[in-house]
């Protein structure tokens, strides 16, 4: 895809993605997924694995994904199914913190106080509706595949990120799918052999809406960052 005058640098771009929580109904062009898709070959794999399988749904079998995944989430702890520990067991600092501070500034952009459960969890319902996008990718790989392999699949999924900026798109990324991923797998056919990793809700973002514009935070580069022999 190239590149005009009016697109975005990539520090432009990496700006102004941010996980988009609320979606209009405005369909999404196929042509340009399509042209996203392609240009997103591009991220590099170790050993050129390009280990990531993409399954991309609208229509009607999203519908049928939502539905099924409602059914399931309907049975409560017996009906979580986790692909995966999305976060380690016992977090510890400082990642606990950083956690627990983008939810609390999720949900003041939402004015829903903590103590209102039944408010939090319904808005985190919305994430199984994905936020109303109309279309949702989901990002699997083979389950032979290690660490080093589903770090290639966060580089592909970031491209896309970026190039659906570029498209005027927007996009969350959501992981919560993996706690339903028996039920998205057998709705939609993957292979037993196929590992969920992540959705991807992908679509024209709702700008007016306060959960759209909150400031993400970040930490400082010195947390992160140890420059050695400079
Ligand atoms: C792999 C992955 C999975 C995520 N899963 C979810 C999710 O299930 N629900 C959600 O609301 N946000 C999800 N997020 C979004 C993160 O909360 C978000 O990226 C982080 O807070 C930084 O905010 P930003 O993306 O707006 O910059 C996910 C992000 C990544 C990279």
């Known amino acids: 895809m190239p590149a005009n005058n009016l697109?975005?640098?990539v520090a432009d771009a990496l700006h102004r993605r941010r996980s988009v929580r609320a979606f209009t109904?405005?369909?999404?062009d196929p042509a340009v997924l399509r042209s996203i898709f392609a240009a997103a070959q591009r991220a590099p794999s170790g050993g050129n694995?390009?280990?990531?399988?993409?399954?991309l749904v609208t229509g009607e079998p999203w519908d049928r994904v939502k539905t099924a995944v409602a059914a399931r989430i309907a049975l409560g702890r017996?009906?979580?199914q986790p692909e995966y520990d999305i976060y380690p067991k016992g977090l510890t600092e400082p990642w606990e913190s950083r956690r627990f501070g983008v939810g609390e500034a999720l949900y003041a952009s939402l004015g829903i106080p903590r103590e209102d459960k039944a408010a939090?969890?319904?808005r985190f319902m919305e994430?199984?509706?994905?936020?109303?996008?109309p279309v949702m990718l989901f990002l699997h790989c083979s389950r032979i595949m290690g660490p080093p392999q589903w770090s290639d699949m966060g580089m592909w999924l970031q491209s896309v990120m970026l190039l659906l900026v570029e498209q005027g798109l927007a996009s969350c990324p959501q992981e919560c799918w993996a706690m339903y991923g028996q039920t998205v797998r057998e709705t939609?056919?993957?292979g037993a052999d196929q590992i969920l990793f992540t959705g991807l809700a992908i679509g024209h973002a709702d700008d007016g809406q306060a959960v759209n514009q909150w400031p993400v935070p970040?930490?400082?580069l010195d947390e992160v960052i140890d420059w050695q022999g400079f």
Do not use: M
Request: charged share 20%.
């Open 127 to 133: 994430n199984y509706r994905g936020f109303g996008a």
């Open 49 to 55: 694995l390009q280990p990531w399988q993409v399954t």
């Open 120 to 122: 939090r969890l319904a």
């Open 25 to 28: 109904d405005a369909p999404v």
């Open 7 to 9: 697109s975005p640098s």
């Open 218 to 220: 970040r930490v400082e």
């Open 78 to 80: 017996e009906g979580y």
């Open 188 to 190: 939609l056919g993957l």
